[in-house]
């Protein structure tokens, strides 16, 4: 059984940037592939970004160049760093570690994007 805490979420200026981050707590990260989704209101909840277990990325079209996403096995840790950030991207983000059979959300985070 793993659990997911998220932190980073808040109140960013556009233009500003974030760093949110996904700990995980059980001892089989390393097989794990990770994603982060978000959903604004009113939207359903999308795929922004993954990092599979062996390291390799994608990314939705709408983030590319501006959001990266990383993780660090020791720590049992995914990242997601955000720059640039649009109001538009306000929502809740969500990172989701999966592997078949195993399926593990986050309780979210809240990240807003306002002047």
């Known amino acids: 059984q793993e659990q997911l805490v998220e932190s980073g979420g808040g109140l960013v200026q556009p233009g500003g940037s974030l760093r949110l981050s996904c700990a995980a707590s059980?001892?089989?990260?390393?097989?794990?592939?990770m994603d982060w989704y978000r959903q604004a209101p009113g939207k359903q909840r999308e795929l922004v970004a993954l990092?599979?277990?062996?390291?390799?990325?994608k990314y939705v079209d709408s983030v590319k160049g501006r959001f990266t996403i990383s993780r660090d096995n020791a720590k049992k840790t995914v990242y997601l760093q955000m720059n640039s950030l649009k109001p538009e991207e306000t929502a809740v983000y969500y990172c989701?570690?999966?592997?078949?059979?195993?399926?593990?959300w986050g309780q979210g985070t809240q990240v807003t994007v306002s002047s």
């Open positions: 989701y570690l999966w592997r078949i059979g195993h399926y593990y």
């Open positions: 059980g001892s089989a990260f390393t097989i794990y592939h």
């Open positions: 990092i599979t277990s062996g390291g390799n990325t």
